[in-house]
């Protein structure tokens, strides 16, 4: 069900220092990746992930409406969110910048059951039927119905206030 509320008397909004609150928010930073029907990867960095459900279990995540890879992840039945662990800020830089022709090069990686690539060093990864996506805003997004997942405990690689940290473990 979705409701909407009274909103209150319109003023100008200063997007800038929206998404400077926003900066202060520390999340985890994660990279999505799929397999396209050619064979070949795609991976985006992406710290816009969240749980929904234990039962059935749900998460979600979402990305820019004009993001180059909006069609692959809308029309791919499965992807894998790697949750990445503190070592690994190059990977999500690497995944972060559209000039890298192939970010996969040089990185470590196995095939989860349905062919999709699971990044070698991640904290856990899920590995997701695309189940549903919502359009609001800029963004879509993407909730994905985990049907296997895996966790390897250790320090998480954090973003905040534009910069990268990590969790003590």
Known sequence: MHTRSPRAETRPFDAAHFRQALSQFATGVT?????????TFRGLTASSFNSVSLDPPLVLWSLGSAASSMP???????????VLSSGQQDLAMRFSKRSIANPFDDVPYELSR?????????SAWFECHNRSRYPEGDHVIFVGEVEECAVHPQAALLFHGGQFGSTAK
């Open 31 to 39: 990279i999505i990746t799929t397999r396209l029907a050619d064979g």
């Open 72 to 82: 692959i992840f809308t029309g791919n039945s499965h992807y894998v969110i790697n």
């Open 114 to 122: 349905t062919g999709q690539p699971i990044l070698a060093g991640v």
